[in-house]
């Protein structure tokens, strides 16, 4: 913006500048500081000029307001031109007026006295205000001076995706998003992962099916605990997730360590009660409230915990004499609900165990119980079983993208390992 452009083109001058050699109504030229940029100013100028600078140099706006117009009359040269740009610049920015930033922005470039490694930050600044200001002719103008000044440089389409994204155009910025990403690619470079947020952002805000296919280029490209937290709330949001389905993207999400605000662990601990998984109740709920993430719900959650608290021994201690009939039985949802409970212990080896015996079984959904049981192994350490289960899971929809993103969650895991 044009608070960080103050720096970028040249000294802010406080006082008379000096002359770098004589021409018509010149004063004689002076031998200016090491370092210091050269003025041409005619006398008249300068003269014109004292009252202005003297009053920047005080950071007296009121008095600068006063002189401006007799230093605008008596600019002729491009380098007094530059300096009301710069003064009124200073002003703007001292005073947080855009509108002021604005204009001393254009005076700069229309100046003629702007170095040529100053345009570049100049039209970029006259593209974001033009763009804010919603004046997409001159903002046209900004970005085809930008792009002439260097035709190969992929923010000129990025420039061009975010005055898109202003007009509501989420196709048209996801586009010119992908020709920088192509441009970047062709170079050898690496893609910015804010380049893929921005697009998953658009898709999301537009509601464009292609969403969580940019999600997961997102989280694959840029695997924060961050990225993994958005992707996975918004697949639970997107894909109309019920308990079930809540329970095993939220489960992802805890063993991601993406879980970052109370709606998550609220998600979770209601999704495991309402499955009636005692310990995991327990675990997610007092992991919350001792992270000091919930706090609207914070006397549901310790009800929930002082609850499942009294019940975890006798829980616990019954899952043994079940679990030999829900290994021998016909009834898969039976194996299928021991395996959440030993689950939600930790006892991932055993909770696969009961998985796995339930797919052989009656009444169970496939596609549940292999993510169940790819999750299961996938925290107990056996990533090639993992993976296999997880690649059974068929039917597509929210289930079949979970399964992708745990298989992902699997790679990523092994490749930091």
Do not use: C
């Not at 040529?116 to 001159?138: C, H, I, S, V, Y």
């Not at 949001?237 to 662990?265: C, N, S």
């Amino acid at each position: 913006g044009a608070a960080a452009a103050q720096a970028q083109y040249g000294p802010q001058p406080t006082a008379p500048p000096q002359t770098s050699a004589p021409r018509a109504e010149a004063a004689p030229a002076a031998q200016p500081a090491p370092g210091e940029r050269q003025y041409n100013l005619s006398r008249r100028e300068q003269t014109a000029m004292q009252p202005l600078l003297t009053a920047a140099g005080a950071s007296d706006w009121p008095a600068v307001q006063a002189a401006l117009p007799a230093a605008i009359e008596a600019a002729r040269g491009n380098d007094a031109k530059y300096i009301i740009g710069q003064v009124r610049l200073r002003m703007g920015i001292q005073l947080n007026d855009r509108a002021i930033q604005s204009q001393a922005i254009d005076e700069l470039i229309a100046s003629g006295g702007a170095l040529p490694a100053e345009m570049r930050g100049l039209l970029e600044n006259q593209l974001d205000f033009a763009t804010a200001a919603g004046d997409t002719a001159k903002a046209a103008r900004a970005q085809a001076r930008l792009d002439a000044l260097n035709p190969n440089d992929p923010e000129r389409f990025v420039r061009q995706a975010r005055i898109r994204a202003q007009a509501n155009d989420a196709p048209g910025a996801i586009a010119f998003y992908r020709q920088a990403m192509q441009q970047v690619q062709s170079a050898g470079q690496p893609i910015p992962p804010e380049w893929r947020r921005q697009i998953a952002a658009l898709a999301y805000s537009a509601h464009l099916p292609e969403t969580n296919t940019y999600m997961r280029e997102f989280v694959t490209a840029a695997p924060s605990p961050g990225a993994w937290h958005d992707t996975l709330a918004l697949l639970a949001e997107l894909g109309a997730a019920d308990d079930a389905l809540k329970l095993d993207i939220y489960r992802l999400m805890r063993a991601a360590g993406a879980m970052q605000a109370e709606h998550d662990y609220v998600q979770l601990g209601e999704a495991a009660n309402t499955a009636r998984i005692t310990g995991e109740v327990h675990a997610v709920y007092q992991e919350g409230l001792s992270r000091n993430l919930i706090t609207t719900n914070a006397e549901i959650a310790r009800q929930r915990v002082q609850v499942s608290g009294s019940r975890l021994a006798e829980d616990r201690a019954s899952l043994a004499g079940e679990r030999a009939g829900a290994l021998s039985g016909g009834d898969g949802r039976a194996a299928l609900r021991l395996g959440d409970a030993y689950f939600g212990y930790g006892d991932y080896r055993v909770a696969a165990d009961l998985y796995r015996a339930a797919l052989g079984k009656s009444g169970v959904d496939a596609a549940t119980a292999n993510t169940r049981l790819g999750a299961a192994l996938a925290l107990s350490g056996d990533r090639a079983g993992a993976e296999t289960a997880l690649r059974a899971v068929s039917g597509g929809g929210t289930r079949g993208e979970l399964a992708q993103y745990w298989l992902l969650w699997l790679s990523q895991r092994g490749a930091g390992a």
